[in-house]
């Protein structure tokens, strides 16, 4: 029974080193360019063992994104219990998304076009991520941090409309990807917050 149990933990363990080693290298060289090879070489592991766990590259890069998802909204979800403030929080998304994107080779978006089924994943997230942005934004809004006077579900519905004119247009070829964000959260950011929200966010920005 032990024995049985070391193997499930250490086959749980391997799959998620395969999940972070291989998205390491979507990002960084983009999807076409990273064979099921490359990952199985980067790791020491045999071929047979990867395929064993990952069939083919489209499950493994599905499962790639829907992980680095779930461990984002997790690691969000874990600050937020402690934070100081709504503000406190933005911060720290605003920090993870930066040194996240600014790694980033343009080309893993560009090729994941391709993929419907992520496609798909990623509306459904959006959805999912609209619903909690409402109740974060409600909070701030008690907190004195966010304007009362704004309708938040048309503000969630222009920033998908940017980000979909992003991927659409492939403007991430043209501008880095983290100032792209960076303009973007700071168009939209700052039209919500109050005068109070503004000084945290400034001292923020001035500060990173």
Excluded: W
């Amino acid at each position: 029974m032990r024995k049985s149990g070391n193997m499930t933990a250490y086959r749980e363990s391997l799959k998620q080193k395969i999940l972070d080693t291989s998205m390491t290298l979507f990002k960084e060289k983009g999807i076409k360019a990273v064979r099921m090879d490359d990952i199985a070489t980067a790791m020491a592991i045999s071929k047979r063992t990867l395929y064993e766990i990952y069939s083919n590259k489209e499950d493994l890069l599905f499962e790639c994104l829907r992980n680095e998802n779930e461990t984002l909204t997790r690691k969000i979800a874990e600050y937020a219990m402690s934070a100081e403030n709504e503000m406190a929080v933005v911060a720290y998304f605003i920090k993870l998304r930066l040194r996240d994107l600014g790694s980033i080779n343009p080309l893993f978006f560009t090729e994941m076009e391709k993929y419907g089924r992520i496609l798909a994943f990623f509306k459904r997230n959006s959805e999912k991520q609209a619903a909690r942005s409402q109740e974060f934004m409600r909070k701030g809004i008690e907190h004195g941090f966010f304007r009362d006077d704004l309708n938040y579900d048309i503000i969630n519905r222009m920033g998908d409309a940017a980000m979909n004119y992003v991927m659409r247009t492939r403007l991430y070829e043209k501008y880095k990807l983290n100032e792209i964000f960076h303009t973007f959260v700071i168009v939209f950011l700052r039209g919500c917050c109050t005068e109070k929200g503004l000084k945290y966010l400034d001292e923020f920005i001035s500060e990173n």
